[in-house]
């Protein structure tokens, strides 16, 4: 091979990012997805960590209890009181597991659901019933363009920072301040996951 030619697979895989803008998915929007799948990765890894410094987990040696519970579950989780927290950490940390929750269920439809194409503005939709078949779980969809991104991406990084700060502050009671000065962030993800996860009906909704 020589200097100037590229491995067939960087060939195959540039060829297929271009023809996912025609899918409505322009590199912008691409490289969006990638991050929100990154810093969601880094919220959830954390979010585990953070519950058992929460707890007074020691995990060494052993099962943590967090490998036999699901994601929704740490979300739940995490709004829990904690008396170790004053009260306004607590209330940060009530309005991250909201927003989270929002969130994660954006997260899901867009990286398990069903994809409908558009030029202006993919659509994906979760748990289908195209088929007439029964689902366990309620169907839902998640819009995707760059502004949209950018709100999910904003909102997961939000997250992430209260989550490392609950840790710091379990094992450190002076950064709890750090938790409590996040709480306009977290409000303002709460209403940015909001919006993405139920951006239909509020777009349905004629006061929108």
Not at 117 to 140: C, D, I, L, Q
Request: aromatic share 8%; hydrophobic share 40%; net charge neutral.
């Amino acid at each position: 091979m020589s200097a100037m030619e590229q491995p067939k697979y960087v060939e195959r895989s540039l060829r297929i990012l271009a023809g996912l803008s025609g899918w409505g998915f322009p590199p912008e929007v691409q490289q969006r997805v990638g991050a929100f799948a990154v810093v969601w990765g880094a919220l959830e890894s954390n979010l585990e960590t953070t519950l058992w410094a929460l707890r007074g987990d020691n995990v060494a040696g052993i099962r943590p209890w967090t490998d036999t519970t699901t994601v929704s579950g740490w979300i739940k989780e995490l709004a829990k009181g904690w008396p170790q927290l004053p009260a306004e950490a607590q209330d940060v940390l009530r309005t991250a597991s909201l927003a989270a929750h929002d969130l994660m269920e954006y997260r899901h439809a867009v990286l398990h659901g069903w994809m409908i194409p558009s030029e202006t503005m993919p659509t994906y939709v979760r748990n289908p019933r195209w088929h007439g078949e029964k689902r366990k779980r309620a169907s839902h969809d998640a819009h995707v363009d760059q502004n949209l991104l950018d709100m999910a991406i904003s909102s997961a990084w939000t997250l992430y920072e209260v989550v490392y700060a609950t840790r710091l502050a379990c094992t450190d009671p002076s950064k709890t301040a750090s938790l409590i000065g996040l709480n306009d962030e977290a409000s303002r993800a709460r209403s940015s996951a909001s919006e993405l996860r139920h951006l239909t009906a509020m777009v349905n909704h004629e006061k929108y």
